[in-house]
């Protein structure tokens, strides 16, 4: 997947501080929830999986209904009753493929935000709100063809990724997939990096990712072995060079970008100057972009 390749891909991000125990997780097979039941949701989702990556970052994973059909990339809403009684909705991309039998998301905690200050207390067996609506930018639909796919990430902006790189259509689109993501600190990465990983192992890609997916991951703010903003390794060509790729424009790539409004904003300039032009559901075309939170 990623062998062969210099500097920030194929070298695991160095911890300075291993944790002792890795991310605790909880699965409703082995644990029953410590919280009585909430009342019956409107569009109730069961939590059947939940696990804590770092003290402002978890993924969990809810049963699917039934009759949800989505695309891989798209984002649904979901959330809990507020204290009024009325549903607290946030957007969220669903991390897992469309082919998945569970829906998986990852999600920051802020401490005072109205939604996750509470969802990270979520336990299997408890219920979410999942309204079954789900749409959005970051689909295979909203591109034309091309040789080669980016996936640029930051934050928890790899998480419409989390289900594209698991979907073989990517495979079937494109001869190279490329995901990039960059997070202030190395325990960050490690939910894209795990999953990468487990990635070779699945019985159903396994063999469609070996040698097309190729991984870069990349810190800002503590060391690792691939420091700096992904747009400043743009810039300045490494990110390119690091890869073996040699051109990159209209006529073969394509992106999907997905961080902040900051970050985006730098993307587009980036990839439009390269030619790429903004694609959409209606007009497909080289690149595409969704906020992976608004703020
Ligand atoms: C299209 C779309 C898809 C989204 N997908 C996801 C997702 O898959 N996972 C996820 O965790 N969030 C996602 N979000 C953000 C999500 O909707 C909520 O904002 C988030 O769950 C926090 O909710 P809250 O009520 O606790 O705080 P809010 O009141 O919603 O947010 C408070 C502040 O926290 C910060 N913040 C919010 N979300 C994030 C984030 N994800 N990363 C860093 N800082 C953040 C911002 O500064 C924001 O102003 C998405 C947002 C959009 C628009
Ligand atoms: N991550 C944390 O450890 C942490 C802890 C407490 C609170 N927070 C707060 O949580 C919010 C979100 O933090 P976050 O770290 O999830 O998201 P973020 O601020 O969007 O940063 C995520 C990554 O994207 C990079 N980035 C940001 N803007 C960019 C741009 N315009 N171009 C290229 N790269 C860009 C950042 O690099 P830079 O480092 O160079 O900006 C960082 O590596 C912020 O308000 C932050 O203050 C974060």
Request: one cysteine or more.
């Amino acid at each position: 997947m990623d062998q062969g390749l210099p500097l920030c891909t194929g070298v695991p991000p160095q911890r300075p501080d291993p944790p002792d125990e890795g991310p605790e997780t909880v699965t409703q097979t082995t644990t029953e929830p410590d919280t009585p039941r909430a009342p019956a949701l409107p569009d109730a989702a069961t939590v059947t999986e939940v696990r804590h990556w770092t003290d402002r970052l978890f993924s969990f994973k809810v049963e699917r209904p039934r009759s949800l059909r989505f695309r891989s990339g798209e984002f649904v809403m979901i959330g809990l009753l507020g204290d009024t009684g009325k549903p607290l909705l946030r957007a969220y991309s669903i991390a897992s493929p469309a082919w998945a039998d569970e829906l998986e998301f990852y999600s920051i905690k802020v401490p005072d935000g109205p939604l996750t200050s509470r969802l990270q207390h979520i336990r299997p067996g408890d219920q979410i709100i999942l309204r079954p609506k789900p749409v959005g930018t970051l689909v295979h639909d909203a591109l034309l063809p091309g040789k080669r796919i980016w996936f640029f990430a930051t934050g928890t902006g790899i998480a419409p990724f989390a289900s594209l790189i698991r979907d073989p259509q990517t495979y079937e689109d494109y001869d190279e997939v490329y995901l990039t993501h960059t997070c202030r600190d190395v325990a960050e990465l490690d939910y894209g990096r795990e999953l990468v990983d487990s990635l070779r192992e699945d019985p159903l890609i396994g063999e469609m990712v070996e040698g097309k997916l190729f991984y870069y991951p990349t810190t800002t703010r503590e060391e690792s072995p691939c420091m700096g903003r992904i747009t400043t390794r743009m810039e300045d060509g490494r990110l390119f060079s690091d890869l073996g790729v040699e051109s990159f424009g209209p006529e073969t790539d394509r992106a999907m970008v997905c961080g902040s409004l900051a970050f985006n904003t730098d993307m587009k300039a980036l990839l439009e100057g390269a030619g790429l032009r903004e694609g959409a559901n209606s007009e497909p075309a080289e690149y595409v972009v969704e906020k992976a939170f608004v703020g």
